[in-house]
């Protein structure tokens, strides 16, 4: 049975960082804060693709704490929570992940990130599903179908992972970048986004942009390759 119009409302996280602190980036004596590109080109492609009638909420841990990032899901009541984990904030996601599905039992819980995406085999109990390589896709395909049937079935979702770490089909790439549309950068405060160089005096206004994916090379050092 299909969710009515008014409850498609989605929610992005990006996890804190503990080795960022907080209190550092809030009153910018840090080297710089940079926005959740990732997140904002799901948030797009979401809009592109299954319309208007989404309500797509993005939560930055950068300036939130788990708390508060915890009370604001209380009040927007998602139905699906998409939180994006390097192996720097995995552990924040995890948790994030767990009490917000005791605060919204229904909600569908996806995992995906670099993490994932290398390690696809480790335990991701707090998630119903995880998602590895680019998210665009198959994030709208699993939004989709969870909405319109209040179920996944994860073998027809190239990308998708169970909670124990079984992979269905294999991810398959974004052939055509010019087919994304542009980063949701609506859905975040840019003015709190700085780098203190060149800036002298104060920190800078900042942002950043992606102009292709991925890496051609396979150096020993680096583990870019993987994803």
Do not use: W
């Amino acid at each position: 049975m299909s969710l009515s119009a008014q409850s498609k409302r989605v929610l992005l996280i990006s996890p804190p960082f503990t080795y960022f602190p907080q209190s550092r980036i809030l009153t910018r004596r840090f080297n710089y804060a940079r926005p959740p590109l990732g997140l904002c080109y799901l948030a797009s492609f979401l809009r592109q693709e299954l319309g208007q009638g989404l309500d797509i909420r993005l939560l930055d841990g950068a300036f939130l704490g788990a708390g508060e990032i915890i009370a604001e899901a209380g009040r927007f009541r998602p139905n699906v929570v998409g939180i994006s984990a390097v192996t720097g904030n995995v552990t924040a996601a995890k948790s994030l992940a767990a009490t917000i599905k005791s605060l919204c039992p229904e909600a569908l819980m996806v995992a995906g990130g670099a993490h994932i995406s290398v390690r696809p085999q480790d335990a991701f109990p707090e998630f119903d599903l995880s998602i590895m390589g680019e998210g665009e896709k198959p994030f709208a395909a699993l939004i989709s179908e969870f909405l319109e049937n209040g179920a996944v079935s994860t073998p027809g979702i190239p990308g998708m992972v169970t909670p124990g770490g079984t992979e269905g089909q294999a991810p398959r790439r974004v052939e055509h970048l010019d087919s994304l549309p542009f980063p949701a950068r609506d859905l975040l405060d840019l003015d709190r986004y700085f780098h203190s160089y060149p800036h002298r005096v104060a920190p800078g206004r900042f942002t950043t942009l992606f102009t292709s994916r991925g890496c051609r090379f396979h150096c020993s050092y680096c583990g870019s390759h993987r994803l």
